[in-house]
């Protein structure tokens, strides 16, 4: 997933809202006790191990604070960083760098959180064909940019919403009538309203993935909450006839097992949902 953050209007609004929220009629504290014309050098610094993300978003940040803050960057968006790893400099007005310090730590703290969750399952699966995916389970408002940090560590992103994919879950199966119903009349909508829609359906038993292959009209089929075996059964019953996806209670512990069953796809929401942020500080170099 690229993002040209500088021209995302989505996500220049939340960088404005953020700085509104923070700052609103002036950082007092700085303020009150340093010189407004004063420069000073900041350094990010790492404090724990893992994928560094964000330093793309820091450079939309600082342009929108103070055009004269200059960053020196010293390493890139996914890369493998360790406790004491200086990640860049900012250089200019004491005032813009502090007022830049909280909204840069928020942001980077937990897309590098996301980046390091995710780089650690990725490597888990490694050695299968199978890949990586998010969930929409993301921070109202973040969701662009958490999916951004998911790909920044090596995961592949699911669709972005509701809005580009036919995904039919449990409670639509159950509101529509069934399985044969649901398919069906998604089909319809899909040819009437948006042909390059993907069809997607979640399966709860190995009855309901049988219904689905016989339908013949989905792209792709999620297993949700099998067990490794039902998975590897499932996987067999569709035999590569469309895309399969494992998903539910999947986690660092027994991802391995579901991705040896030679389903295409896992998609895990603590990605984004249960994430423990990367320890980072901004500080001025005396």
Not at 39 to 55: P, Q, W
Not at 161 to 183: E, Q, R, S, T, V
Not at 240 to 258: F, H, K, Q, R, V
Request: hydrophobic share 40%; with cysteine.
């Amino acid at each position: 997933m690229f993002i040209d953050f500088a021209s995302n209007y989505e996500i220049k609004q939340l960088l404005a809202y953020s700085l509104n929220e923070d700052i609103r009629d002036g950082d007092h504290s700085s303020m009150s006790c340093i010189a407004s014309e004063k420069i000073d050098t900041a350094m990010l610094l790492v404090k724990g191990d893992g994928i560094i993300a964000g330093i793309a978003l820091v450079q939309t940040i600082i342009e929108m604070v103070d055009t004269n803050l200059r960053m020196e960057t010293l390493m890139k968006d996914g890369d493998i960083v360790k406790r004491g790893d200086i990640v860049f400099h900012l250089k200019g007005r004491t005032h813009s760098i502090l007022k830049s310090e909280r909204l840069i730590l928020n942001f980077m703290q937990r897309l590098s959180g996301i980046a390091t969750i995710t780089n650690t399952y990725v490597r888990a699966i490694s050695d299968t064909g199978c890949k990586l995916l998010d969930t929409r389970k993301t921070t109202p408002g973040l969701r662009l940019l958490e999916k951004w940090a998911v790909f920044m560590g090596g995961g592949k992103n699911h669709r972005i919403g509701l809005y580009d994919m036919i995904m039919l879950k449990d409670n639509h199966i159950d509101a529509a009538g069934g399985i044969a119903k649901a398919l069906s009349m998604a089909n319809d909508y899909r040819k009437r309203v948006n042909p390059i829609l993907k069809i997607e359906v979640e399966t709860r038993t190995i009855d309901e993935v049988k219904q689905v292959l016989k339908e013949g009209i989905a792209d792709r089929i999620m297993f949700d909450n099998f067990t490794p075996e039902k998975t590897r059964e499932a996987v067999e019953i569709i035999a590569n006839t469309m895309e399969t996806e494992a998903s539910g209670g999947i986690t660092l512990a027994n991802i391995l097992d579901y991705a040896q069953t030679g389903v295409n796809y896992i998609s895990v929401g603590a990605l984004t949902h249960s994430v423990k942020a990367l320890d980072l500080s901004l500080k001025i170099i005396k």
